[in-house]
């Protein structure tokens, strides 16, 4: 299985260390239609959790964002830190429970991205992270999940949220658009 390659930005074509085990670098084709469909999003603080080999984060720092990559696991995070220094992307890496970490930064982001191992309980977690209020009002957060899975129902914060589904064969995202605050 060839190496995961940076498709857009300063970093555009170099490969990324992945971990040995234990990670699923989201599919080229999936990234490449996130970051089509964020092309058109004011660039601002970008959080990627789960982020195994980093390959979200680091494209999202390639392409301009603040990235903030989050992983429990201490060789993904290792790993991380390696490809974006070799990179030479600024990134925050950090090691830390993701649901915890997304429950401890009200407001903070534009966009959350999240792509939890699939044996996990997605709707659980999926419930925590909209939950967690982690995206400024008119931010994204972005689901990545088995194709046929459906969102848990929308926390009050996000009553009314937009919802787009964008299916890429057996993986799919969510896409929630955060209600923008009142003028």
Avoid: C
Avoid at 98 to 124: G, I, K, M
């Amino acid at each position: 299985m060839s190496r995961p390659r940076i498709l857009g930005g300063t970093a555009r074509g170099r490969e990324l260390e992945t971990p040995r085990r234990g990670t699923r670098p989201s599919p080229s084709r999936l990234r490449e239609a996130l970051f089509d469909v964020l092309a058109f999003e004011p660039r601002g603080r970008f959080l990627d959790l789960f982020s195994g080999s980093g390959a979200i984060g680091l494209e999202a720092a390639s392409r301009g964002w603040d990235a903030t990559l989050v992983d429990l696991s201490a060789g993904a995070v290792a790993v991380i830190r390696r490809n974006a220094a070799r990179l030479g992307l600024p990134a925050e890496v950090v090691k830390a429970d993701a649901l915890r970490f997304a429950a401890e930064q009200p407001r903070a982001y534009d966009v959350l991205f999240a792509a939890p191992p699939y044996p996990a309980d997605l709707s659980r977690i999926f419930a925590a992270l909209l939950a967690s209020g982690a995206v400024k009002p008119g931010g994204l957060y972005v689901l990545q999940h088995p194709t046929g899975f459906a969102l848990p129902e929308m926390p009050p914060a996000l009553a009314g949220a937009e919802t787009r589904l964008k299916r890429y064969g057996s993986n799919s995202v969510s896409l929630v658009r955060a209600p923008a605050e009142a003028p």
